[in-house]
């Protein structure tokens, strides 16, 4: 299984393009795109889960830089997430000894 980031997507685009898109270079097991919490529109940027590497590879060369909807995709392998401590930390404020 291939996980490819998909950037610099139109704020119009559909998850049924963007599956439509990748559909071209072999089968596609998810598509999304991520979505504001607030608002619910497209943050512009999604991603692609493809069943084959070799797919998945001819879809990332095929794509990346492509237009779609007037836009200059961006298209490489997704980077594993990251797990961010979401304790804040941050300034230490006036701290006098």
């Known amino acids: ?9 139109s704020f119009d685009v559909t998850e049924a393009q963007l599956r439509e898109a990748f559909a071209a270079f ?7 795109l991520v979505t504001d919490r607030m608002t619910g529109r497209s943050r512009g940027f999604g991603f692609v889960e493809m069943a084959n590497d070799d797919e998945g590879k001819a879809a990332i ?8 909807g007037g836009r ?25 000894w």
Do not use: H, Q
Not at 26 to 32: L, P, Q, W
Not at 61 to 68: R, T, V, Y
Not at 78 to 92: C, E, I
């Open 26 to 32: 072999g089968t596609v097991d998810k598509a999304s």
């Open 1 to 9: 299984m291939t996980n490819i980031y998909v950037g610099n997507l």
């Open 61 to 68: 060369e095929g794509l990346n830089g492509s237009d779609m």
């Open 72 to 96: 200059s995709l961006t298209v490489n392998l997704a980077k594993p997430k990251v797990d961010r401590n979401r304790s804040g930390g941050g300034g230490g404020g006036d701290r006098r």
